[in-house]
């Protein structure tokens, strides 16, 4: 009589493949570029128009150095590494989505990317290194305090590219926001008071696709209020693409250039 063998938990008795890498994790959010031969998600975030035109924007990164906050599963990354960029250092806090970039690093051979596990705000605020550009899509939207995120940004570099919801200047919401939003701060900057509209987020615990931040609620601000900072942290070339209104809020993208790094506060 043969034994009963059984194949221990946690492991892949299969050949090596690509698809084994990607199934590690499950619920991808990015279709990952078609030479991997791969199933994942369905959103074209290896081959974004927003970031392509943004690349186009700040003049290409060609030989760049790039600090991305949030790279997510690692798509404008790569993009970034295509266009040019020496390397990009790219920090996650999201422990899933940390595993997807390394995944991506892997199979896509993505040798200048440095992906870091853990807040970028207090890495921000801690670091004296300098970057060509500062890519920051989809996380303006997600801290507590983005004024404060974009001055330590504007610390390390004269050009940014930012993808974020926003509040309507007139402090207007449309019902599926309205829903969202369980408070109103008035915080006082620059010697006035700015409104931060403060907005629920869901439980990460109930997807293995969660994309937001790293708490239970996150600061949205008026369109106004985050373009007049750029201008008074010296970014006075503010270019606008990619502005409509979805089911999550109005949003935008944006590329902002400060001409000269004397300029750059203290």
């Avoid at 390394?102 to 801690?126: H, M, N, R, T, Y």
Wanted: glycine content about 8%; some cysteine.
């Amino acid at each position: 009589m043969l034994t009963r063998i059984l194949l221990q938990p946690g492991f892949v008795a299969a050949l090596p493949s690509s698809q084994a890498a990607i199934d590690l994790i499950p619920e991808w959010i990015s279709n990952l570029p078609d030479k991997l031969g791969v199933i994942a998600g369905h959103a074209p975030l290896f081959d974004d128009p927003r970031a392509a035109w943004a690349l186009e924007k700040l003049g290409g990164v060609q030989g760049g150095r790039v600090l991305e906050l949030g790279p997510m599963e690692g798509g404008h990354t790569y993009m970034l590494l295509r266009a040019g960029a020496a390397d990009v250092v790219a920090i996650e806090a999201n422990k899933q989505a940390y595993l997807k970039c390394l995944i991506a690093k892997e199979l896509l051979k993505l040798s200048g990317a440095q992906f870091l596990l853990g807040d970028f705000v207090p890495w921000l605020a801690q670091t004296n290194l300098y970057f060509d550009v500062v890519w920051a899509t989809g996380v303006l939207d997600q801290v507590i305090n983005p004024l404060g995120l974009l001055a330590c940004i504007a610390l390390r570099t004269d050009k940014i590219h930012v993808f974020t919801h926003y509040i309507p200047d007139d402090g207007l919401v449309d019902t599926n926001l309205a829903s969202s939003i369980i408070a109103v701060e008035q915080r006082p900057h620059r010697g006035r008071m700015i409104p931060h509209f403060m907005r629920a987020l869901p439980d990460s615990s109930t997807t293995s696709h969660y994309s937001g931040g790293l708490y239970t609620a996150s600061a949205w601000l008026r369109r106004i209020d985050i373009l007049d900072e750029l201008k008074l942290l010296g970014f006075s070339q503010i270019e606008i693409g990619f502005e409509s209104a979805t089911d999550n809020g109005p949003c935008f993208a944006f590329v902002a250039k400060r001409c000269a790094s004397g300029n750059r506060p203290t």
